[in-house]
């Protein structure tokens, strides 16, 4: 067993992931290193892998034409990122930006759908486990859009 597949292992997100269908997703990780400043992916690009973090911090933007890169949520180690890579058109919806040093082990999008594809109890944990993260991220996210738009005459209330 090599150090990726150990991490992916003891990882949460792959909590109730049988043990027979690790020979289908060991194949599909790698480690990656991205330094301070530079991009894991930009917005509109091909999703091409799904991260878990090990080290160092991430930040989510998000680009608009008026206002340039606008931040939207930081991720940190022990994080898993991007789910882009499991829904048509297949394309990153943000650019990701490592704060910090990053360490990660990505999986490739392609081989992870074929996994998908080739054990459904597999498939359907993922997507699961995916909706949970986006679940978590749009609370995160409607959270701090309350926070932007609250005016001192509505926090009175």
Known sequence: MQAHDIILAQHPFFAGVKPQTWSLITPCASFLHVDAGKYLF???????????????????EAFDAQLGAVPIETIAAGDVLGWSWLFPPYRW????????PVQAVTLDASCLRE???????????????????????????????LDIYRTPERGKR
């Open 42 to 60: 930009h917005e509109g690009e091909e999703a091409l892998y799904f991260y878990i973090l090990s080290e160092g911090k991430v930040l989510l």
């Open 93 to 100: 919806h943000f650019s990701a930006k490592a704060l910090a």
């Open 115 to 145: 996994a998908c594809e080739r054990d459904h109890d597999f498939g359907y944990v993922l997507v699961r486990q995916v909706a949970q993260v986006l679940m978590q991220r749009l609370q995160a996210t409607r959270l701090q859009l």
